[in-house]
């Protein structure tokens, strides 16, 4: 896990080879409305958390940008008066298309390190995986002085549970809003 965590910080911040006079870097937070999805899921209520984190955005062309993030994620679910708060440090890898300038739409894979899983402030980590994939898709607007706004969703493609014997099946499902800004 230290070796795939080392893999996403080059990959955000790295790139040394690609003119870095384009390159810019930039943070970005905002807010989480997350829920799970799959098996046994009625009666599962979304929860709203946050998001922060860094990121950097590699022109490719005039039109098309690659744009590598390290973020920190607050996700989970609730039931019954209950909140499951999952912690995630999330990787997403992403490709924008710029329909017009500023206006972008975006979409790629997202690999998500499990921090912390707590239920009513007990650690229930061991009841999760410690990895996750899925996949983004979103829109998003940079102005000309840096500031930036998207709006994303993430949609989980593997289990997040690790219960021995269960058949039960849950996957990730945030929409984020998140504002921004590139430095330059």
Do not use: C, W
Not at 88 to 107: C, D, I, Q, R, W
Request: proline content about 2%.
């Amino acid at each position: 896990m230290k070796k795939m965590l080392l893999l996403a910080v080059v990959t955000v911040l790295g790139f040394t080879n690609v003119n870095a006079q384009k390159i810019h870097f930039g943070v970005k937070g905002g807010l989480n409305f997350a829920n799970i999805s799959g098996d046994n899921t009625k009666g599962i209520d979304a929860v709203t958390s946050f998001n922060f984190g860094v990121l950097s955005e590699i022109p490719i062309s005039d039109k098309f940008s690659f744009q590598p993030e390290l973020m920190y994620s607050g996700q989970g679910y609730s039931f019954n008066d209950n909140t499951v708060a999952l912690s995630y440090l999330n990787v997403p890898l992403m490709g924008k298309y710029y329909l017009t300038k500023g206006f972008s739409v975006e979409a790629g894979p997202q690999i998500g390190f499990l921090l912390a899983a707590k239920n009513e402030k007990v650690n229930v980590k061991d009841s999760f995986n410690t990895v996750d994939f899925g996949v983004n898709f979103g829109l998003g607007y940079k102005l000309e002085n840096g500031l930036n706004f998207g709006v994303r969703y993430n949609l989980g493609l593997t289990d997040i549970n690790n219960v021995d014997n269960s058949s039960v099946k849950n996957k990730n499902s945030v929409f984020q809003v998140s504002v921004g800004y590139f430095f330059f």
